[in-house]
């Protein structure tokens, strides 16, 4: 396993170079420079101009910056947002946790709900229950996550008032409190079903899938033959083969996810790396997009190792070493 790992790290730093290349050289390709946003707006004179751009690199061969900036970003210096006038990296991990936050929760109701589904579904197939399983798995599948996000804030939100739209926190509450926490939990609950509608529809069928074709193999039936228990075959035999392939794909839900609340926290004016990512753009932060770009691409990489690590964890029949 762990001669497995560090290989798979050692094939993570070409890729993490050739996309901090790519990232690099596409923030150069658009129009501007982060200089306008790190001089004097009321200084033109041509001569103050050209020095600060002699004194901030920006007159270094292409290549010359790029080093810079890589050197730098490996060692935490992200560089300086300027929109926000502070370091990138301190302003990411100011929106990192919210992020995070709607990750967890994502992840754990697209677990709990796809597993109790999947489960039932596998359990009672070609039942009006497993029918109408299918026809919220095709809704959830067709139904794009942003369309998807303004039902919930419709219905759930206006509508209902069960949930809050827009924002993380409620106002007026005290930081430390059970009052805070609630209203954390509380503001990420719709955007995380939002980013879960898809795995969710996705596992439950694969775990419906799975279970039905695993109750028509044979150490199914010798159990069967033997007297089992139809329960303990379902719950020891049938489930426990079949949860071994979601299992696995933990580690690319936290990258997909993230990915996703690009979209999902702009929607709900969510204040994470994803509505950061997307105004720095409207902004031309230069900075601040490549270093959120580099960050969600070793998330997938990490991700990717942790999937297949939790493969070995769960199958004992594998062995990645």
Not at 64 to 73: D, E, M, T
Not at 176 to 191: F, R
């Amino acid at each position: 396993m762990l001669i497995y790992t560090l290989r798979r790290i050692a094939i993570m730093i070409p890729i993490i170079f050739l996309v901090s290349v790519v990232v690099f050289f596409l923030a150069n390709l658009m129009p501007g420079d982060a200089l306008t946003g790190r001089i004097d707006p009321l200084n033109t004179d041509p001569a103050y101009i050209e020095e600060m751009r002699e004194k901030l690199g920006y007159n270094d061969p292409i290549y010359v910056q790029y080093l810079n900036w890589i050197s730098g970003f490996f060692q935490g210096d992200f560089g300086e947002s300027f929109v926000h006038k502070m370091p990138a990296s301190e302003l990411i991990l100011s929106r990192l946790p919210n992020t995070i936050l709607l990750a967890v929760v994502a992840m754990i109701i697209t677990y709990i709900v796809s597993f109790l589904m999947g489960r039932y579904a596998g359990r009672h197939p070609y039942t009006l229950g497993d029918y109408g399983v299918q026809v919220l798995n095709y809704l959830a599948l067709a139904m794009p996550s942003f369309v998807a996000a303004l039902l919930f804030i419709y219905f759930v939100s206006f509508q209902l008032g069960w949930l809050p739209a827009t924002g993380s926190i409620g106002s007026g509450v005290d930081p430390g409190t059970w009052e805070y926490i609630i209203s954390k939990v509380e503001h990420a609950i719709l955007p995380s079903l939002c980013l879960g509608l898809l795995p969710i529809a996705s596992y439950t069928q694969f775990l419906r899938n799975d279970m039905i074709e695993s109750s028509q193999k044979d150490f199914v039936r010798m159990a069967r033959a033997k007297g089992t228990p139809e329960r303990k075959i379902y719950n020891k035999h049938i489930l426990r083969n079949s949860v071994i392939p979601i299992v696995t794909l933990l580690g690319f839900d936290l990258a997909g996810i993230i990915g996703g609340s690009v979209i999902i926290e702009t929607i709900f004016t969510y204040p994470g790396v994803g509505q950061l990512f997307v105004d720095s753009i409207n902004n031309r932060d230069y900075t601040v997009v490549m270093a959120v770009t580099m960050l969600l691409t070793v998330m997938t990489l990490i991700g990717n190792l942790l999937a297949d690590i939790f493969y070995a964890l769960v199958d004992p029949r594998i062995r990645l070493d």
